[in-house]
């Protein structure tokens, strides 16, 4: 009854009532999900709230795909992929948070102390260099919406700046600005983004909040009493007339539709085969939109004590040479109730190298550069740590889908294309409107489950 309550108000916060049980219902051959993150597991439980059969293959041992919470640290929980509910007024991920009874704690990026490499504490008052320069990045970016030439937006925002003419601590600030509102928030390299649609998501209003102990609340929630089978990495999916056929590195299971909410950077790979191939325009859109070459990077350090402001922001910007380095902290102490801990993120190319090449100590190291750089060489070293590497995970390969030069946001809606009724998608990237998300990938998942129902 419960879940029941949870469908009812993530329904009604996304598309309406909850309409009945239809055609596909009668079918003996149950619809097979691939996925059990957040767009596999809504879509499922729909489909089984309205008495369809439905068998959800997942390739890892866990359920939650890039929502990751770790209980490594008894006192500490730790989220090692999505952390934040975006905007938490009119989000359906409010509501079932409710429902479920999380905890969310809001943050505030207003709420932050900024560091140079170089001169240390920044001013970021009315008047400051820090300001004006945020005021020109912005302003170059509106400039790249509208020019009749699509660039990458790193170089649209560079050309419009006249960055030749910039001083070192203003070519810092220019790069900080570049990292933390595109890399950051699309997890792609600003080089690589399109300065057209690089930031052609909608965002709901208010702040943004995390779940304290642990977003995999939603989805241990949403995936109660389903039929899902862990350690199934899908290889090939077959289609024709008479129903699906999806193959597995340990059996094959036979469908009356598939649904598939695998990653965009596990489609780009080519790991799993299609039979007859996707057609064009989807294979169009699977190559041309972001993922496999971008990340967003995160690691948690805890230590002795906190040494760091009482906010919920630090800032680190970063030597030229070094962009996109350690250049955010999320304070942990205040999110956990104390625990002194911080989470850092690397951003763009510098992400890519690190996660690729750099062992765990190696990457500390680096973090721990830029710690010393921003409160001074006492810094101690941290007692633990945690790093996740999403683009070497083969079951995610990036963060999320970012809209690279040369892709268009009508891609979404081919990637999101069912193929000739047994074929359906979901997933983050298949959202026009909503990508990048936690909530788009609920948003996609429950749309395609309404259309798996309608037939
Ligand atoms: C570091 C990081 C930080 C983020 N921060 C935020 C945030 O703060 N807020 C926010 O809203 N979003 C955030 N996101 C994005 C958000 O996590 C995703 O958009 C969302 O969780 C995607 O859900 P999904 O169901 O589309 O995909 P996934 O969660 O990736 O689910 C796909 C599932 O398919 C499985 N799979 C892959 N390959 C196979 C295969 N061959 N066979 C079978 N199964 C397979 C995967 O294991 C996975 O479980 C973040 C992501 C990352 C990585």
Redesign the pocket.
């Known amino acids: 009854m419960r879940r029941r309550q949870v469908i009812q108000t993530v329904a009604t916060s996304l598309v309406g009532p909850v309409a009945g049980r239809r055609a596909l219902a009668a079918s003996a051959a149950p619809v097979l999900v691939?996925?059990?993150?957040?767009?596999?597991l809504i879509a499922a439980r729909r489909l089984h709230d309205a008495g369809v059969a439905v068998t959800v293959?997942?390739?890892?041992e866990r359920?939650?795909?890039?929502?990751h919470t770790s209980r490594l640290w008894p006192d500490l929980t730790v989220d090692l992929?999505?952390?934040?509910?975006?905007g938490t007024q009119s989000n359906p991920l409010t509501a079932l948070a409710a429902e479920v009874g999380a905890r969310l704690v809001t943050t505030d990026y207003d709420s932050f102390a900024s560091f140079d490499a170089r001169l240390g504490r920044l001013p970021t008052g009315r008047g400051s260099e820090y300001l004006a320069m945020q005021q020109r990045v912005r302003e170059a970016i509106r400039a790249g919406y509208r020019a009749p030439r699509e660039q990458g937006l790193a170089a649209s925002v560079r050309r419009r700046i006249g960055s030749g003419a910039l001083s070192g601590a203003e070519r810092r600030l220019l790069n900080h600005f570049l990292v933390s509102l595109a890399d950051d928030e699309y997890a792609g390299d600003s080089a690589e983004l399109s300065s057209w649609y690089w930031d052609s998501a909608d965002s709901y209003p208010g702040l943004d909040a995390v779940l304290p102990e642990g977003y995999d609340a939603l989805v241990h929630h949403l995936a109660q009493g389903l039929d899902i089978r862990l350690g199934?990495?899908?290889t090939q999916i077959r289609h024709d007339r008479n129903g699906v056929q999806v193959d597995t590195l340990s059996g094959r299971f036979n469908g009356s539709r598939v649904l598939v909410?695998?990653?965009l950077g596990?489609l780009q790979a080519g790991?799993?085969r299609f039979s007859p191939a996707l057609p064009a325009a989807k294979r169009e859109a699977i190559a041309r939109l972001g993922m496999d070459s971008g990340v967003?990077s995160?690691v948690v350090l805890r230590f002795p004590q906190v040494f760091w402001d009482d906010v919920d922001w630090l800032e680190h910007v970063a030597p030229a040479a070094r962009q996109g380095q350690f250049h955010q902290w999320l304070n942990l102490a205040r999110v956990s109730g104390g625990t002194p801990a911080l989470l850092g993120f690397l951003g763009g190319r510098y992400a890519c190298e690190a996660e690729a090449g750099w062992r765990d100590d190696e990457i500390v190291a680096d973090a721990m550069a830029a710690l010393r750089a921003m409160y001074g060489a006492a810094v101690p070293e941290p007692t633990a740590w945690q790093i996740?590497r999403?683009s070497r995970d083969p079951?995610?390969r990036g963060?999320?889908s970012f809209n690279r030069l040369g892709a268009t946001p009508a891609m979404r809606d081919a990637l999101a294309a069912p193929v000739q009724g047994r074929l359906f998608f979901a997933?983050?990237a298949t959202h026009r409107k909503h990508f990048?998300?936690?909530?788009?990938?609920c948003l996609s998942?429950w749309t395609a489950a309404e259309a798996l129902l309608q037939g």
Not at 57 to 60: D, I, P, W
Not at 63 to 67: L, N, W
């Open positions: 691939i996925g059990a993150g957040m767009a596999g293959l997942e390739a890892r359920i939650g795909g890039r929502i992929g999505a952390s934040w509910i975006h199934q990495v899908v909410t695998l990653p596990v790991s799993v967003l995160k996740p999403w079951f995610a963060a999320y997933g983050e990048a998300t936690v909530h788009g990938a998942g």
